[in-house]
């Protein structure tokens, strides 16, 4: 049970982490990115193939992330010329592009048959492990909430809320948005890539079909359910969409004849009646504040 | 040679069965400015309720196709009704996620009455004609035909009816046009009726290419999404052009990245667009930035 407990403890952590990442993006700056679980997968894989040429894990992580912000780099000078919901599509696409890439370059990633045996986080503790990668987490998830409402409160954060409220009369003032933008845009990701290495190295085994859109959108439902433009929208909202997965699971054991296949679209039915009815009737989420 | 031509007939007709839905995504862009994301996912439900109408016994497939139609345009409009004109006031990531959810519901509904499994429709079997290696199979001109068809309708309803003139007066301004005494609501009712529409029917052509299956619609997502910023946002004539260019391209890239690079291509193909010609081959610059 407490082995349960903690595995559940892990992948809340590891989401939190893409919902801060997006909380940046998004919540601060406006930039609608669609594409989160590129860069997750990009943090995945990164880790994961350097750890299996004996890269030890905390390089493999730090690789993680610079790979995953140098990736997105293209991607957020390209936002700085669209408007908010083509850099949405632009990103959607990315990430679908990844994600065939990781399946086809057999050379690189194996292809479908993903990545077998890689190396547990904290293996040297044994049993103790994963209780060693919880509280790692749990410091890496505070610190990154710290380092944002430090951002946030920052004049650099009100540089950035401004962004999102209006860019033209931020130009009129002489400041410039765009390198503002590209860099948050690379933050998130290099967030994203982090838990991606947290993931790989938590469940030792990744494949394509774990970095499908669906998981972009759980994250957008975890920020859009808590509030977005706030840290405890993040931390709320993503343990509101825990409590909602692992509550599947169980509803799946109590009641009879129903299978995995029904579940999933049950899951893939509430994430899509959620994001409707909160941007329908609670756009600023169940802990934000109100938004004009 | 056989190969490249056989290749660009496929590429051609591909890109006339894209056109539909690059066109409903187009209209309503220009429209309610912004991408309606659920337009894949109407597509494959009009793909489902034709497969399920020839399942409960409706003898011809024009026919099960042409309720199905019926259904998905109605599904199409209540939604706007109950979702998206409520949104039209908010930024439009709100309209833009609502059609994420609406996308999703519409899939999952599908998968958990229909499940996973690949269906097709009843078909005739035909045999191709064989012209010297160049392949033409006569389904494969029906759909061409039908797509063609449904092209030609939307294009008389929107420049040759008081109701086409009217939403291109919407499109281009629509405080100007409310000024000049037209009543929006009914209008895009009767928009939204049309693209369903014509999302459905681009969904049943595409399943009878290939094989129906809940990703079938949202698959073609990016490809439609990529061939409107290709032809030019909010521009008709140019989601059609950009549909078939994009889908030529993705057909005649087979030999040599593969047919699963067809996607990424797209992506590629929609990153370039908007990074050298962002107002596209037809479109208006200041619907993009």
């Keep these: 049970m407490t082995a349960y407990l903690m595995s559940i403890g892990i992948v809340v952590l590891i989401y939190a982490l893409l919902t801060l990442g997006l909380n940046l993006q998004f919540g601060l700056t406006r930039l609608v990115n669609f594409g989160i679980v590129a860069f997750f997968a990009i943090g995945a894989y990164t880790s994961g193939l350097l750890s299996l040429k004996g890269v030890p894990l905390p390089l493999s992580f730090l690789a993680a992330m610079i790979v995953a912000a140098l990736a997105a780099l293209p991607i957020g000078l390209l936002s700085l010329r669209l408007r908010e919901d083509y850099l949405a599509i632009v990103t959607l696409g990315f990430s679908e592009a990844i994600r065939i890439t990781i399946q086809q370059e057999e050379w690189l990633t194996n292809g479908v048959q993903g990545l077998p045996g890689l190396p547990k986080a904290f293996a040297s503790l044994g049993g103790n492990s994963d209780l060693a990668l919880f509280v790692t987490l749990v410091l890496v998830t505070a610190l990154t909430a710290w380092g944002t409402l430090r951002l946030t409160r920052s004049p650099l954060g009100r540089l950035l809320r401004a962004i999102g409220d209006d860019e033209t009369a931020l130009m009129a003032l002489g400041k410039d948005p765009a390198r503002f933008k590209v860099q948050i845009f690379m933050l998130g990701a290099a967030l994203a890539g982090l838990g991606g290495a947290f993931y790989a190295h938590f469940i030792t085994f990744i494949t394509p079909e774990q970095f499908i859109p669906l998981v972009t959108f759980y994250v957008w439902m975890s920020l859009i359910m808590g509030g977005a433009g706030t840290v405890r929208g993040a931390i709320g909202g993503t343990a509101l969409l825990m409590i909602f997965l692992e509550g599947s699971r169980f509803a799946k054991d109590l009641i009879p004849g129903v299978s995995e296949v029904h579940m999933a679209s049950v899951r893939l039915a509430v994430v899509g009646l959620a994001l409707i009815l909160f941007t329908l009737y609670r756009p600023q989420g169940m802990f934000g504040k109100r938004q004009a | ?289």
């Design chain 2, 1 to 289: 040679m056989t190969e490249f031509l056989n290749l660009l007939i496929n590429g051609l007709i591909e890109g006339l069965v894209v056109a539909l839905p690059a066109l409903a995504m187009t209209l309503v862009m220009g429209v309610n400015r912004f991408p309606n994301a659920a337009t894949g996912d109407f597509m494959t439900a009009g793909a489902y309720a034709t497969i399920g109408l020839q399942l409960a016994g409706v003898p011809s497939l024009i026919l099960a196709a042409l309720i199905g139609a019926l259904a998905i345009a109605a599904t199409s409009a209540a939604s706007y009704f109950l979702i998206f004109r409520k949104l039209a006031r908010q930024p439009m990531v709100a309209s833009l996620l609502a059609a994420i959810g609406l996308g999703f519901l519409i899939r999952s509904l599908i998968s958990l009455f229909a499940g996973h499994d690949q269906r097709t429709f009843q078909l005739p079997l035909v045999r191709a004609w064989n012209f010297n290696g160049v392949r033409i199979l006569p389904t494969d001109l029906a759909i061409a035909g039908t797509a063609l068809a449904c092209l030609a309708v939307v294009f008389i309803l929107l420049y040759k009816t008081s109701f086409g003139r009217q939403l291109r007066a919407v499109a281009d301004s629509a405080d100007l046009a409310r000024a000049s005494g037209i009543r929006a609501r009914g209008l895009l009712v009767s928009l939204w009726l049309l693209v369903g529409a014509l999302s459905s029917i681009g969904g049943v052509l595409l399943g009878m290419k290939a094989v129906v299956m809940p990703d079938l619609g949202w698959e073609h997502l990016i490809p439609a999404f990529a061939a409107m910023v290709l032809g030019g946002i909010g521009s008709p004539v140019g989601a059609v052009v950009g549909a078939v260019l994009l889908c030529v391209a993705q057909e005649l890239s087979v030999p040599l990245l593969g047919a699963s690079y067809k996607l990424v291509l797209a992506f590629g193909v929609l990153a370039v667009a908007l990074l050298i010609r962002p107002a596209g081959l037809f479109g208006r610059i200041e619907l993009v930035r």
